[in-house]
């Protein structure tokens, strides 16, 4: 007589215990409501040779993504001095030569033009209202702020949260029909306006620093790097964008719309996309693509 294969000599198969045919009653769950969506950072993400968009304000930026940067480092290449154009009504769009002594010194200036985005936008997955973080840049004194068309594509309510803290209403004023880009404009005025530098003039292996509100959670947040490339193009899904720069900056979501500057402060990108497949490539649009929208903003004029 054979045993079966998972016998052991000298022990006997245990008996089942007798059953009585009753079977315990089932429990229910507790019904639970859902819960209502967190801000969530706007960013885009691409992987796969695509790009995607991430809606992600406070979770790389509700119905978008959000992104962000953490990082920073003391001993970097020497800035050099560059030419850049001030959006500043005030000082009239004249050319101006910047030179810096450190990095630190400059984030903190740069710093002082950076406001966080948050919108509302209906049409959540339980139909409540959904919440987004993005960054922005001031490019005026008067109050005209530039930003991604992703950040607040769809949104019923812009709040915008100045350097001080402060917390206003924003309109957005006009969308580029080329470029993920968008005018948002404050009732406020004061504002310390970015710097615009020349994207042009850009170099790979230049030091970069990019700047904004990652994760939704971390205003002021920056975090270093270098160019890594140029003229670059990307898809996000349906959406080509071209003449992109690359840099190994670090971006999450919550990041979009804020500035990727050069060593002397001067703002030569906006921050729009990151991949999610990869470390260490991110893009943003040359602020050269913005500047005739900008100054179309400050005169009031329709952006296209």
């Not at 020497?78 to 101006?96: E, H, M, R, V």
């Not at 205003?219 to 899904?237: F, H, M, N, W, Y």
């Not at 919550?254 to 500057?261: A, F, K, V």
Request: proline fraction near 6%; charged fraction near 10%; avoid cysteine.
């Amino acid at each position: 007589m054979s045993l079966p294969s998972d016998h052991t000599p000298g022990t006997e198969p245990e008996t089942p215990a007798p059953t009585t045919g009753l079977q315990p009653e089932p429990t229910m769950a507790e019904p639970t409501l859902p819960v209502p969506a967190s801000p969530e950072p706007r960013q885009r993400r691409f992987g796969g040779g695509r790009l995607l968009l991430a809606l992600i304000f406070a979770v790389a930026g509700g119905a978008t993504g959000s992104a962000g940067t953490l990082a920073l480092t003391s001993a970097l290449d020497q800035p050099a001095t560059a030419a850049t154009t001030s959006t500043d009504t005030s000082a009239n769009a004249q050319l101006t030569s910047v030179t810096t002594s450190s990095l630190p010194a400059v984030i903190a200036r740069v710093t002082k033009s950076v406001v966080t985005i948050t919108v509302s936008s209906a049409g959540g997955r339980f139909g409540q209202t959904t919440t987004g973080v993005g960054s922005g840049i001031i490019v005026s004194s008067s109050g005209v702020i530039l930003t991604n068309a992703h950040v607040v594509s769809g949104a019923t309510s812009v709040q915008v949260t100045l350097p001080d803290g402060q917390t206003v209403a924003g309109t957005v004023y006009g969308t580029s029909s080329t470029t993920d880009l968008a005018i948002v404009k404050v009732n406020a005025s004061g504002l310390t306006a970015a710097t615009l530098g020349n994207s042009n003039s850009l170099v790979v292996g230049a030091t970069v620093v990019a700047i904004g509100d990652p994760l939704g959670e971390f205003t002021d947040s920056a975090s270093a790097g270098i160019v890594s490339g140029l003229d670059r193009s990307i898809t996000v899904e349906t959406e080509q964008l071209t003449g992109m720069i690359q840099t190994d900056a670090a971006v999450n979501g919550g990041n979009s719309g804020g500035p990727l500057i050069d060593a002397s402060g001067n703002v030569i990108g906006v921050v729009t996309a990151s991949s999610s497949s990869a470390e260490g490539i991110s893009f943003a649009i040359p602020i050269s693509a913005a500047t005739s929208m900008i100054q179309a903003a400050i005169a009031g004029q329709p952006v296209a």
